[in-house]
């Protein structure tokens, strides 16, 4: 019911029904003005449900808003805007709300209790998967997703500060005043539309003036201060290490077009002051769930602030003064208050409404919606009829934030709650309401105390004046559980009641944390933020002991739940890797070749031509250009390092096995690398440009790696060695120019071509590409005359153009990486599939690289008997040689007699490739003493795929094995 | 997590590479022995309180940092470029 007809409404359906709301009041308020009570049935018993709070920390009203692929679960009714065309379905009941058949699980509840999942469906086994758990977890549950990809926009976004204010309310917007007038840069962050907190729904006055009009003001401000950011409808999710905080900010508020829907801000603050107010908290009397109980300040808050009453006839239950203020603030907006009832016996209320103290609600009636209540009073029952129930245990402080760096709260006797720890979270201070100050002079006074000091801390002059406010004094007694039969519920969104903690308790659960798991009171998306206290509470009753002995769980991050798709903004699709294009990437997408990955890189698989229907027919023409011909490859992938110093040839020979500093200048020689355990990490050529300048090439896996492990030998083994790094591998374009016509090829872009003899295996130096100093390499990974030619990025898509266009004319043309690896594999040449982290320079043949006239990083580990043993894998070329030619990678190797089990395997395969040359399969892989048993023919096995093959054990090397086609 | 870099100052951690214990500092002679090589290579302290780590500022200046910070409480005591300390 509205108090007062609004000026302007808009239109939103709830499950189809069309409604008219306020724009920017919460859809709860909206639903409340429309008399709508049932908005949810509950997790576990589809128990009608209604709505019982103003804020996040909604337990009840959950709902799903909008449709398709844009549906989004579990919203917050009491957060949720209302827009024009809003659309809003409950949750968790089927068919519909009012008649949900799973509500049968409410009449078996007396099977259902805590702990019974545990017990039932202990066995069998297979049952739990298959069965149980589909069957609990359709009938259990919160809202679902649509399955289908998410278009809303999602935003991530990064803050610095000196100060980050966390909550809006008298205490915030005063630390924020303090701490702005002063000069300091401040956020100022508040999870509601407007900033203000609990001014915005109480009715009470600071400096003579009304308490929203104060925070109006005080916001009009903040909002002028250069150095001050308010932050609205941004909630503070987590405190993390070294002063930074995760907030998640409701961008568009209602659906906006071209508006990301959520932002999640990592904030960086030097300082933080925790302003996060208070919860109230519910107490447990029988039937305390009905749709129109409700929390006695969320009553406030919509009868001061958004002008509804959630009820016609309101009755009042609390425990403390507080409690109070909801019956005068009804009375004064006109609503009827049946009854107010106060668990104290020692108070003297006047008022010209019932009131009834030492006296306590036993038990509530209504189906669908409260009817009416039973109170005890003085030994006799009285029974009241009422719509509303306006409830109220108390308050506990928000220490939620306090506790994420796994502090737990201390509990303080005289407000019968917990209160932060001092110094639990460096550098966030509390003040106000989460600190346990409760009145609005106290919240007023910590908050420019707080943040004078920080102020001061931060070299400021900051002064301190603070508006004159309601002092009162917080007077409750505690009530937790009232006496009597019925299911009492504590924690409202798990359905977790009074009897199933005394259970626990029964069933030797006593610790808390065991409790918790036992019952799963406090988890789920609300984190136990209003069920907490009250549970302990009983929890301390059935074991005899008092709160602070039986401890209390903690708060974990987030505060309220936040979507992943907002902390993964940015990170979909293509946005999940960065992608590193060649300069010949066009070139290759024009003529079709198909783009694969090579860690962040992408690499042409190979180029199809007319008439190729399958990828092997295209790889198999490319080899043969190789093997026949010329073929172009753009190798620009592999890293390159530019090393250049006095030491430069030092520091190779420290991290190389071999020897560089006796390389010649306008040569280049193969390296090996080791880990300094041993093991290989890479291999590469190092080419020296001049007696203090070397390029060094890495594989395109390991460019990464290598740059880091070079700076750190620099920087920290050997900061001896004077020479110095920079990757350059962005900075070249480089091409492999391999096979028969490589030098003709070559030749014809060349400006001055170059003779048979000038540049034998392995040189290298400058050449002039048509007016541009480019390198040229005399080096081969494919076993035929080879040369690598590099030019500046900048040339290197009209270099690759123009040499594939001459290496057609000379019937070869570009090769992809199908073709590389074939190629690769016929010479027995490694790659990191070989190299793959387990294997020693024994292992690959290369023992004898590792020079013994200086040290080298991994030199004294791979000496190790166990890394030198000859019943080690080692390196062999396998061939198949039965009925089945096809090989695959990563298939085990076993004698041909051997049942094909683990204990059995004596290798595997690590490559694979059909050989057009040689036209056979061939494998490279590692076979226990693999180089004394050449000739042997053993059985591949590949369990996955379910092949078998027999194969002949041999060299490595498949293809020209004395080398002469690379070398002529 | 936020470490301060001798050079750049106070970064985010996702700007730095981490390698693992400062330990690696320390590279035995070639002749040390088994024993001296296996503690290099291999034996690592648990601690339950401060411990060093090594750290490449990869996406910024590149310099090896040695971190001194708490498994417990996450607190960083310490940066120095790895340069710079004494072994
Ligand atoms: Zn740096």
Redesign the interface.
Known sequence: MRLQAPENTVGFTFDGQRYRGVPGEPVAAALLAAGVRLVARSFKYHRPRGIMSAGSEEQNALVTVGRGAQAEPNVRATMLEVAEGLEVFSQNAWPSLKHDVMAVNDLASPFLGAGFYYKTFMWPKPFWEKLYEPVIRRAAGLGGLSGQPNKDRYEKAFAFCDLLIIGAGPAGLMAALTAGRAGADVILADEDTAMGGRLLREVEDIDGQPGADWAADAVAELAGMQNVRLMTRTTVTGAYDQGTFGALERVAGPRQARKPLECFWRIVAKHAILCAGALERPIAFPNNDRPGIMMAAAVRAYVNRWGVAPGKTVTVFGNHDDAHRTAHDLVAAGVKVAALIDSRDDVEIKADFPVYTGAQVIGTKGRHALESIAISHGGETREIRTDCLAMSGGWNPSVHLTCHMNRRPTWREEIASFVPTPEAVPGLMPAGACNGAFSTAACLQEGAAVAADLARDLGLKPKVTVPVADDGAYRITPLWAVPGKGRKWVDFQNDVHVKDIKLAAQENFCSVEHMKRYTTQGMAPDQGKSSNVLALAVLADATGRGISETGTTTFRPPFVPVSIASMGAGSQGKGFAPERLTTSHNASVARGAPMIEAGLWYRPSYFPRQGETHWRQSCDREVGHVRNAVGVCDVSTLGKIDIQGPDAAGLLDFVYTNMFSTLKVGRARYGLMLREDGHVMDDGTAARFGEQHFVMTTTTAAAGQVMRHLEFVLQVLRPDLDARIMSVTEQWAQFALAGPYSRTLLNTVLDDPIGGSDWPSMACGDVQVAGVTGRLFRISFSGEHAYELAVPARYGDSLFRLLVAQAESLGGGAYGMEALNVLRIEKGFITHAEIHGRTTAYDIGMERMISRKKDCIGQSAATRPGLVDQDRDQLVGLKAVGAVKQLTAGAFLFEQAAAPVRVNAQGYTTSVAYSPTLDAGLALGFLKRGRARHGEVIRMVDHLREIEAMVEVCDPVFFDPDGGRARG | ??ITCPHCG?R?RREF?Y?GDAV??A??A???G?QA?DD???NRDNPAGDTQDLW?H?AGC???IVVTRNTV????ADTK???MVKR
């Open positions: 997590m936020r106070e985010d590479y390698q690696a500092l590279r035995p070639p002749d040390a088994a090589w290099y290579l291999h490449f990869e590149g310099a090896w409480t996450h607190a960083v470029l790895a340069a």
